[in-house]
Antibody
Framework: EVQLVESGGVLVQPGGSLRLSCAVS????????MHWVRQAPGKGLVWVSR????????SYTDSVKGRFTISRDNSKNTLYLHMNSLRAEDTAVYYC???????????????WGQGTLVTVSS | QSVLTQPPSASGTPGQRVTISCSGS????????VYWYQQLPGTAPKLLIF???QRPSGVPDRFSGSKSGTSASLAISGLRSEDGADYYC???????????FGGGTKLTVL
């Protein structure tokens, strides 16, 4: 069974840092591009970042560029999101998801993890 | 403000057919596939429709997707109480070089 399990979400003060993890199982992690998507409380889905299968190429939405870094450890089957200079507007549930398009990157995401909540507040 | 535009809410009674629209532009829906995701209350999103109108295995054929020009639609026929959820459209945006989502439509089964 394909599984994605996020962790690392906590309450953090503005300006703080955090690292989210997404542990995957049930598929060959190193063959897939991966994404982070976030959802602020009561709001819609927003794409945050993506990384190619070997970690050599990354991309970010403008609002997190220079503050967030996506990475992966294929030997540990784990995706990461390093978050610095956190702001109140970064408060959200962060989901990791697999890109299953034949020629990534795409918007074909399946499955999604259960999400981890990041709260930025003093 | 989402790049793709969806109505914030929709409703129907059991057995009815409901459609949810998704409007975009030439840089996203007009030139790329549309995907639909279902988010049941308190859960993670789930892929519902891929490549405009294809259903993953396990998704009932009551759900169907279509696309025309810069707009797309999700139709749900034979509405059931368990269809009450938030529905999101998504597409790649060539101008932004990334995925974009609609703001989501909350479907209420009356």
């Amino acid at each position: 069974e394909v599984q994605l399990v996020e962790s690392g979400g906590v309450l953090v003060q503005p300006g703080g840092s955090l690292r989210l993890s997404c542990a995957v199982s049930g598929f060959t992690f190193s063959s897939y591009w991966m994404h982070w998507v976030r959802q602020a409380p009561g709001k819609g889905l927003v794409w945050v970042s993506r990384i190619n299968n070997d970690g050599s190429s990354t991309s970010y939405t403008d609002s997190v560029k220079g503050r967030f870094t996506i990475s992966r450890d294929n030997s540990k089957n784990t995706l990461y999101l390093h978050m610095n200079s956190l702001r109140a507007e970064d408060t959200a549930v962060y989901y990791c998801t697999r890109d299953v398009g034949p020629i990534p990157p795409t918007t074909w995401f399946d499955p999604w993890g259960q999400g981890t909540l990041v709260t930025v507040s003093s | 403000q989402s790049v793709l535009t969806q109505p914030p809410s929709a409703s129907g009674t059991p057995g009815q057919r409901v459609t949810i629209s998704c409007s975009g532009s030439s840089s996203n829906i007009g030139s790329n596939y549309v995907y639909w995701y279902q988010q049941l209350p308190g859960t993670a999103p789930k892929l519902l429709i891929f490549r405009n109108n294809q259903r993953p295995s396990g998704v009932p054929d009551r759900f169907s997707g279509s696309k025309s020009g810069t707009s797309a639609s999700l139709a749900i026929s034979g509405l059931r109480s368990e269809d009450g959820a938030d529905y999101y459209c998504a597409a790649w945006d060539d101008s932004l070089s990334g995925p974009v989502f609609g703001g989501g439509t909350k479907l209420t089964v009356l």
